[in-house]
């Protein structure tokens, strides 16, 4: 298991120092960014990058697809009400933090548009299935699944917060840490309790698809 967790490590040390170095060094604002979800360009690149990071990590799976946690709740029921206890807590805590001076993680990162462009609405259709189903289901594959799965020899909780920490780094953001880390605590927690990360995949989805959302409709 060591050479499986060094290589998950690797991959999200790269990442996450790519993501920073690109937020550091970019003379574009986040403001004139937002506006690539109206881009085909932006679901190209996602789903490349994503197709290798899922690559990647089922290679540090291999033989060991257990390590994915792709299996069903324990209990449907209980899986339900935790998913929905803990999607409340994530918008609770969001609008604690949207009365602090720092920005959303959608607008730090600059996916979320400034405007609704109807002109372009088959682009940002194409780019709400790579936000809200592509980058979910894989993000949860490497953090929730295999991620914490490797890093379950620390114990129950030391697994959990690394991974949210981890999850947090991994998007290369600075203000939004404070919604990233807890977001990423919260659906560890999800994870650990069912067993599955079928439900933390769902959450994760309604969190993105809901900024998307709200980006164009206010």
């Given at each position: 298991m060591g050479a499986r967790l060094a290589g998950w490590i690797a991959l999200v040390g790269a990442l996450s120092t790519l993501n920073y170095y690109g937020r550091f060094t970019d003379d574009n604002s986040s403001?004139?960014?937002?506006?690539?979800?109206?881009?085909?360009?932006?679901?190209?690149?996602?789903?490349?990058?994503?197709?290798?990071?899922?690559?990647?990590?089922?290679?540090?799976?291999?033989?060991r697809w257990d390590l994915f946690a792709l299996r069903r709740p324990s209990s449907?029921?209980?899986?339900?009400?935790?998913?929905?206890?803990?999607?409340?807590?994530?918008?609770?805590?969001?609008?604690v933090v949207t009365q602090l001076p720092i920005e959303s993680p959608g607008n730090e990162q600059g996916l979320t548009p400034?405007?609704?462009?109807?002109?372009?609405?088959?682009?940002?259709?194409a780019n709400c299935v790579l936000f809200v189903i592509?980058?979910?289901?894989?993000?949860?594959?490497?953090?929730?699944?295999?991620?914490?799965?490797?890093?379950?020899?620390?114990?129950?909780?030391?697994?959990?917060?690394?991974?949210?920490?981890?999850?947090?780094?991994?998007?290369?953001?600075?203000?939004?840490?404070?919604?990233?880390?807890?977001?990423?605590?919260?659906?560890?927690?999800l994870r650990d309790r069912t067993r599955s990360v079928v439900p933390g995949m769902l959450v994760h989805a309604l969190f993105n698809g809901a900024a998307l959302a709200a980006s164009v409709l206010s």
């Open positions: 403001r004139t960014l937002r506006d690539t979800v109206y881009s085909y360009s932006t679901l190209v690149n996602g789903l490349v990058l994503y197709a290798i990071i899922l690559g990647i990590v089922a290679a540090i799976a291999v033989d449907w029921g209980r899986a339900a009400g935790l998913a929905i206890s803990a999607w409340l807590l994530i918008l609770v805590w969001e609008a400034t405007r609704w462009e109807p002109a372009h609405a088959g682009a940002f259709a592509v980058a979910p289901v894989v993000e949860e594959l490497t953090f929730r699944g295999v991620g914490q799965s490797l890093l379950s020899f620390l114990g129950r909780w030391p697994s959990i917060v690394l991974v949210g920490i981890a999850f947090g780094l991994w998007h290369g953001l600075v203000e939004a840490l404070v919604v990233l880390v807890p977001f990423g605590i919260a659906l560890a927690y």
